[in-house]
């Protein structure tokens, strides 16, 4: 099969690797029919994080093209969603519902899996990672907000979760990438009555004012804080959402967080670092972290196909496999938001 090959900081390329085949009987192959390129897929292409050489990719949805003789919820044929991390479902972090720290899983382009930047991928303990899609005959732009639930769209459910996001809430979103942007679409689902997205792009300031943001903040740092503060009567937010990840960034979504509220984090961390005078004199709380996008999927699924929510539309270039280094080009110059990769039709 083709896929595509992590070769190191600013390598990346379309390859041949073996089909994968059923290794255990809980396993299901899936055809792939879209992919796409995450922002942290861009840390590995930027050389910053540490990535092994060969397949990368965990956000997909595809065709399950063969299971194993104990899987019993799905069958060839069924369209499905996968997480962005496998689980079995039955461990003690899966049972407690974090399903993104399973003790006997691992995500997708690692662990001995193929990424989902490739036309076909072995998915361990198919019955407890997969999604069915139920219904067939999906519009492009369902397809489109189907694979965003892979990753982007539950961790961005994942920071306002985290928060406590509520009915009636000023939340503030931290970061305008994709995350950030499915971050505001999940605070307005939880009923934030005003949302504050941070942010510099005037594309992506656009589409923030679209899926919900009531106001925008351009500045950064501490003119970000004091704009924020101000316009919040002195209290700030009553929930930060932390989407990048930057020392910066994790100091201005405490900067604006109100006594008593929390921060939900979900940036990968990089040259961050908790403010514990503010943790423990403003009492602002700290959570987040991996998403578990498999106890979030079920119900954003329902959002998704009613037309409640669309976070396809972070979507902004599309490619096939031919066009990968380009997928990740455009992310890095930032002419992209996100990356969708067609993988099959």
Same mark, same amino acid.
């Given at each position: ?14 390859? #041949? %690797?073996?089909?994968? %085949?059923? $290794? ?32 990368? !990719?965990? $956000? ?29 479902? &039955? ?9 993104? =720290? ?22 361990? *303990? ?53 995350? !950030? ?13 005003? /949302? /504050? ?27 970000? &804080?004091?704009? /924020? ?12 959402? $932390? ?55 079920? #119900? ?9 929510? =669309? ?6 270039? $599309?490619? =096939? ?6 997928? *990740? ?17």
């Amino acid at each position: 099969m083709r896929a595509t090959l992590y070769g190191g900081p600013g390598d990346v390329t379309v390859g #041949e %690797r073996p089909d994968p %085949r059923l $290794e255990n009987a809980t396993d299901a192959v899936v055809g792939v029919t879209l992919g796409c390129v995450c922002g942290s897929d861009l840390w590995y292409y930027r050389g910053v994080n540490p990535h092994a050489p060969g397949p990368i !990719g965990h $956000e997909f949805i595809g065709v399950i093209e063969q299971v194993g003789a104990e899987v019993t919820t799905l069958q060839t044929g069924d369209l499905v969603v996968a997480p962005f991390t496998f689980c079995d479902g &039955t461990c003690a972090t899966c049972v407690a519902g974090w399903t993104g =720290n399973c003790l006997n899983g691992g995500s997708f382009g690692n662990h001995g899996v193929d990424g989902g930047q490739g036309e076909y991928v072995r998915v361990p *303990y198919a019955d407890a990672t997969l999604v069915k899609v139920p219904g067939s005959g999906h519009s492009d732009a369902v397809m489109k907000s189907l694979v965003a639930l892979s990753d982007v769209m539950c961790t961005g459910h994942h920071a306002a979760f985290s928060a406590g996001v509520k009915a009636g809430d000023t939340v503030a979103v931290v970061g305008d990438g994709a995350v !950030g942007l499915c971050a505001v679409i999940a605070a307005k689902r939880l009923g934030a009555e005003r /949302i /504050i997205a941070l942010s510099r792009n005037p594309v992506r300031q656009a589409l923030a004012r679209t899926i919900g943001a009531s106001d925008i903040v351009a500045e950064r740092g501490d003119d970000a &804080t004091e704009r /924020i503060m101000a316009m919040t009567g002195g209290l700030g937010v009553d929930a930060a959402l $932390e989407c990048v990840g930057t020392g910066q960034s994790m100091a201005t979504a405490f900067g604006i967080a109100r006594v008593g509220s929390i921060v939900g984090a979900v940036g990968v961390p990089h040259d961050s670092a908790v403010p514990l005078q503010t943790v423990i004199f403003r009492n602002v709380g700290l959570r987040g972290g991996v998403a578990p996008a498999r106890r979030y999927i079920p #119900e954003l699924l329902e959002d998704v196909l009613d037309g409640s929510i =669309n976070p396809g539309l972070v979507f902004d270039h $599309e490619t =096939n496999l031919d066009g990968i280094r380009d997928a *990740y080009a455009a992310m890095l110059d930032r002419r992209a938001t996100k990356s969708l990769v067609r993988i099959s039709a």
